[in-house]
């Protein structure tokens, strides 16, 4: 597999995870409903670190297709 297959091939994995857990999110929070306290500074349960691994997954996702294109961010 080349560099840019593999690359792609993360990159699809990672949006595939991000999109599993936005469905998570969302079926979580209509079961328990969420207060902003939760969403912001939970330490506990799923929503412990929600934000930062989604948060981790779409910057890499971001740094990945700049990657492939041969950009930069900066």
């Given at each position: 597999?080349?560099?840019?297959a593999?690359?792609?091939?993360?990159k699809?994995?990672?949006?595939d995870?991000?999109?599993?857990?936005?469905?998570?999110?969302?079926?979580?929070?209509?079961?328990?409903?969420?207060?902003?306290?939760?969403?912001?500074?939970?330490?506990?349960?799923?929503?412990?670190?929600?934000?930062?691994?989604?948060?981790?997954?779409?910057?890499?996702?971001?740094?990945?297709?700049?990657?492939?294109?041969?950009?930069?961010?900066?």
């Amino acid at each position: 597999m080349s560099d840019i297959a593999a690359l792609k091939k993360e990159k699809q994995e990672l949006i595939d995870k991000m999109l599993e857990m936005q469905k998570e999110f969302i079926d979580y929070e209509h079961q328990n409903g969420i207060s902003g306290k939760d969403y912001w500074a939970s330490s506990e349960g799923m929503l412990a670190n929600y934000r930062q691994d989604y948060m981790d997954m779409a910057n890499r996702v971001v740094d990945i297709a700049h990657e492939i294109v041969g950009s930069s961010r900066l």
